[in-house]
């Protein structure tokens, strides 16, 4: 019923990704991914480390082709912790 004025969720998600492309150039730092070279933004989290995410918005890690490599990185310092 409501079809008129719902809007297309792909121009919803177009929305979605224009705003938190804004951000990611409001807050982070333009750079390039130290394992595949691509263009992220770095962001600074709470804990004062530096993220990247994609230029979508998406964390870098999750599409990273090099992920594997700086996630063992991830495992080792949790298991450091742990102890
Ligand atoms: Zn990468």
Known sequence: MSEADGKD????????TH?????LKALGRLG???S???????MLTK???WLPYDVTG???FSTCP???S???KKGAKEVEQRR
Do not use: F, G, M
Not at 36 to 42: D, I, K, R, S
């Open 9 to 16: 969720p792909l121009v919803y998600i177009h929305q979605l």
């Open 19 to 23: 705003r938190i492309t804004r951000l």
């Open 32 to 34: 390039e991914c130290e």
């Open 36 to 42: 595949c070279h691509a263009e992220v933004y770095w």
């Open 47 to 49: 804990n004062s480390k």
């Open 58 to 60: 998406v964390p870098h």
């Open 66 to 68: 090099e992920a594997d």
């Open 70 to 72: 700086w996630r063992k």
